[in-house]
């Protein structure tokens, strides 16, 4: 068929007059509606590029945002974990923690955690000072709180960790000093100092073994950090209580209820990010598509003219945009588990696991967006009338 007065208009509209014959028996051929889909394609890139790069980017940040959404809490845990303990264990008074106190502890925890004791005693040095000593775990309490500035950790027996208030009392000369309690006097040597800011200043911490062999002081405190979600902690909270009767079982308000509102408010601005771009991207595929419609307003009435069905000329517009989509998602994916990986990097020190679970939805959420997208443009090329087009009106 030819239109007096109009050129020769090479697009898929020319290869319809093949197809129509087909389409009023049935579905086109798969190998025809490929090839004008890559035609459309190839000769408007500007606009394909547009739409693609969009769905792309969206694509990325969902790919990016679920990945990290599975990860944060574990990730915000360990970083917590590092600010010290979440839970305290402490005898109440005139009762002693049992002996298996700490047994317990570790039991509830599920290794899920560590648990520190400590033990406490007033002492006095050589020239009737008072200080407070510390019965520990180093190997725990390095774990527990990395946050300690220490300038070297005791190695051996009759080493000790002097807080910084606590060297000016004690006044170690050549790192050797001695201490008494209850008439009974040990030397101590000096492995290190620490520095917290805070009462730890003004303690020394030795073994704990050789705190009891001294003081025949047992436990009294034990301080816990358990990891998992704030439900989990209270859950741990319960079975100590539950287990622990002679005992004070309570949580670090601070950091129990700061990791929950850090958790809850990172997810919230995840989430958050990613529905805005998707909804950007949603709009700059609308605008492109939109822009289609009108850019080839000539090609479809050809194609109407040559005898394509409306329902036909819908499917052929909405195959376009979910391979657009399509494609959008697979390299958006890519580039997200990439970008999730960098952010575990630079702000968690450990990278993000890739969760290829996440690709059916990311390819399923694109191809949605694409198509809804794609509905206004579908209702603009109801409008168009062959007759009026192609008189160039």
Not at 316 to 332: D, E, P, S
Request: proline share 4%.
């Amino acid at each position: 068929m030819s239109v007096q007065g109009l050129p020769p208009i090479r697009t898929e509209a020319n290869a319809l007059n093949t197809n129509g014959a087909q389409q009023r028996s049935g579905s086109p051929h798969q190998s025809m509606l490929l090839r004008m889909l890559f035609r459309s394609a190839v000769r408007r890139r500007g606009r394909v590029v547009t739409a693609l790069s969009a769905m792309v980017v969206a694509a990325a940040v969902t790919t990016a945002v679920l990945n990290l959404y599975a990860d944060v809490q574990a990730k915000l845990g360990t970083e917590f974990r590092s600010y010290g303990a979440n839970i305290i264990v402490v005898a109440k008074e005139g009762m002693p923690l049992p002996a298996d106190a700490l047994q317990v502890v570790e039991s509830a925890l599920e290794g899920r955690g560590i648990a520190v004791p400590f033990a406490y005693v007033v002492a006095r040095t050589s020239d009737g000072h008072s200080v407070v000593v510390a019965g520990t775990d180093f190997d725990r309490i390095r774990r527990l709180d990395r946050w300690w500035k220490v300038s070297a950790w005791p190695a051996t027996s009759g080493e000790v960790l002097v807080g910084r208030r606590a060297a000016a009392v004690v006044n170690p000369q050549s790192g050797h000093f001695e201490l008494s309690f209850q008439g009974h006097a040990i030397k101590l040597t000096s492995a290190g100092f620490l520095e917290t800011g805070a009462g730890e200043d003004s303690r020394i911490y030795m073994p704990l073994g050789d705190f009891v062999k001294w003081t025949g002081v047992q436990p009294s405190t034990i301080e816990v950090a358990a990891t998992g979600s704030t439900k989990e902690i209270s859950a741990v909270l319960r079975k100590l209580e539950d287990a622990l009767p002679t005992a004070d079982v309570r949580p670090v308000r601070q950091i129990v209820e700061g990791e929950a509102n850090v958790l809850n408010k990172t997810r919230a601005t995840l989430l958050a990010a990613s529905v805005l771009i998707i909804l950007t991207a949603a709009l700059c595929v609308l605008a492109t598509l939109t822009g289609w419609v009108f850019d080839r307003r000539r090609d479809f009435a050809i194609m109407k003219a040559l005898g394509a069905s409306q329902r036909l000329i819908n499917g052929f517009f909405a195959t376009q945009a979910a391979a657009i989509g399509v494609a959008g998602a697979l390299l958006g994916f890519a580039v997200g588990i990439g970008v999730a990986s960098w952010i575990g990097r630079v702000n968690f020190h450990a990278p993000v696991t890739p969760r290829f679970v996440v690709l059916p939805l990311v390819l399923a959420g694109s191809v949605v967006v694409a198509l809804l997208a794609a509905v206004l443009p579908i209702g603009l090329l109801r409008r168009v009338q062959p007759a009026n087009i192609l008189r160039g009106e």
